[in-house]
Every structure is written in structure tokens, then in C-alpha cells.
């Protein structure tokens, strides 16, 4: 298990998961599947002549198949571990532009450095935090973003001891946990409802995640973490756990089996 902090940058809706990973989940999942198939294959192959009963040939294949079933459902669900999560306003109701930015600094101190958890992680702990640039947009309509691009390097400088690596926002779009519920699966569904494809690329990147995001968790049995988040605010909880796992992919860090 390899423990992460990953970060959604934002004053109003600050959102963290503390998790630790099973990067060796797939070698674990082919060894269990592999031994299904013996299991199978002696099954099938049962000598007669062993003086053994049909049904204890039954017996002992049932219950061989239920502890390979119980052991790959432990398998999955322990993928992701959680140890805190959450969606916090760092300023506590007051309007951004109410709020200076030596204040907003104070604020997001205060938070972390009182945190039973997430204020001091465990020192094995790699911190994934979202970059978000001065501006975004094209160059011709480029939007100002310094106080979210405030926070990302805020976050890096306070977990600076803890391996910290900053990521595209849009790294957690280039995975998918189906076939349909990729990036582009979303985005053409939002061109045909949004104005502009700018406001189509946006929220089907926010769509995106919070929807993979509920399947990730509904297999790994913590609906419990669906629930106790604000509808509105799930999406930013989702952001945070899932470009955790997008780094992992994209660095090739989740362990292959061999063939």
C-alpha cells in the first residue's frame, strides 16, 4: 500500500483525500483468477478412482470457488483505503473578494496546521496537489485564477516534506472506469446542452470524475463516502481522489502482472 494526500485547489471548496493505494491490485486480481482456473480445472478433471464422492467433489469445488470469491471481494475493496476526506470552505462563509490575501493565507494555515489528520500526514506520504495556473482560458479570453493558483502552491509549500508533485487538472479525464464513462463520452453529450464548447469542456470534466468517481466507490463498497459529501461539493471530493489514482496511472505505478 503506498499512501497519498491528494488536493482540489480552491478557498471556497477546498477538497482532500487521505488515502493509501494498492498499487499491486492487478497481480494480486490475475493470481486469484488464475487460481479460479485450477480450481476449475481439477473440478473437471476428478478421478473417480480417488474413492471420493460426487459430492464431495461438489463440496470441495463450492467451497474452494466461496473463499476465492471472498478473497477477491477483499482484494477490490481494499483497492482504496481511506483515512480522512472532505470539502471544506477555508473562509468560513466570507466572499472572496472580502478576504485579503495575507487573510486567505492565515485561514488555510489555520485549517491544516489544526487538523487531527490531514495536518500532519504520515512521512511516507506523497502529496498529489492540483495545479492551477495564474490564468485560464484561451489567450484572447484567458480568466484570472491567481487565488486558486495561490492555494496550489500554498499546499505545496506545506507538504513540501512530503514528496509533493503538482498535476494537470485534466490528467483525472484521460482515465475511465468503463468504456462509457470516458472524457469524450461526456463531452459529446454536453456539446448538444451548452452554449459554447468551452462551457461543454468544462462540465464534462467535472461530470466526468464525479461520475467515475460513484462507480469507483460503489465497487469498492464506500457509497457511505457518496453520502456524507454535499451533492454540490461531490464533485470536488471526486477531483481529489481521482487524479490520485490518474497519476498512478499515467506513471505506470499500478503494477502489471506478468505475462
Same mark, same amino acid.
Given at each position: 500500500?503506498?499512501?497519498?494526500? #491528494? ?43 480417488? #474413492? ?33 476526506? #472532505? ?5 468560513? #462563509? ?57 492555494v496550489s502552491h500554498q499546499l505545496m509549500f506545506y ?101
Amino acid at each position: 500500500m503506498r499512501r497519498f494526500i #491528494g488536493w482540489d485547489c480552491a478557498n471556497k471548496t477546498l477538497a482532500w483525500s487521505y488515502i493509501s493505494v494498492d498499487t499491486e491490485i492487478l497481480v494480486k486480481i490475475s493470481t486469484l483468477i488464475r487460481e479460479m482456473h485450477r480450481v476449475i480445472n481439477v473440478y473437471e478433471s476428478w478421478d473417480s478412482l480417488t #474413492g471420493a464422492t460426487p459430492q464431495d467433489r461438489n463440496n470441495t469445488f463450492i467451497s474452494s470457488m466461496q473463499g476465492l470469491q471472498h478473497a477477491m471481494l477483499t482484494t477490490i475493496q481494499g483497492f482504496i483505503i481511506y483515512h480522512s476526506y #472532505g470539502v471544506t470552505d477555508v473562509l468560513k #462563509g466570507r466572499k472572496l473578494a472580502d478576504v485579503s490575501p495575507v487573510e486567505r493565507t492565515k485561514a488555510l494555515w489555520s485549517f491544516l496546521s489544526t487538523h487531527p489528520t490531514i495536518g500532519h500526514v504520515a512521512p511516507d506520504t506523497t502529496s498529489i496537489i492540483e495545479y492551477q495556473p495564474p490564468k485560464v482560458g484561451s489567450a484572447m479570453s484567458a480568466k484570472t485564477n491567481v487565488a486558486a493558483s495561490a492555494v496550489s502552491h500554498q499546499l505545496m509549500f506545506y507538504y513540501v516534506n512530503y514528496n509533493p508533485i503538482l498535476v494537470d487538472p485534466k490528467l483525472k479525464n484521460t482515465i475511465a472506469c468503463s468504456s462509457t464513462m470516458t472524457y469524450e463520452s461526456y463531452l459529446a453529450a454536453e456539446m448538444i446542452k451548452r452554449k459554447s464548447p468551452r462551457e461543454a469542456r468544462y462540465a464534462a470534466r467535472k461530470i466526468h470524475s464525479k461520475e467515475n468517481f460513484i462507480y469507483l466507490c460503489t465497487m469498492l463498497g464506500l457509497q457511505h463516502i457518496i453520502k456524507s459529501v454535499k451533492a454540490s461539493q461531490l464533485d470536488d471530493l471526486a477531483d481529489s481522489t481521482m487524479q490520485v489514482v490518474a497519476h498512478l496511472v499515467s506513471t505506470g505505478a499500478i503494477v502489471r502482472p506478468s505475462i
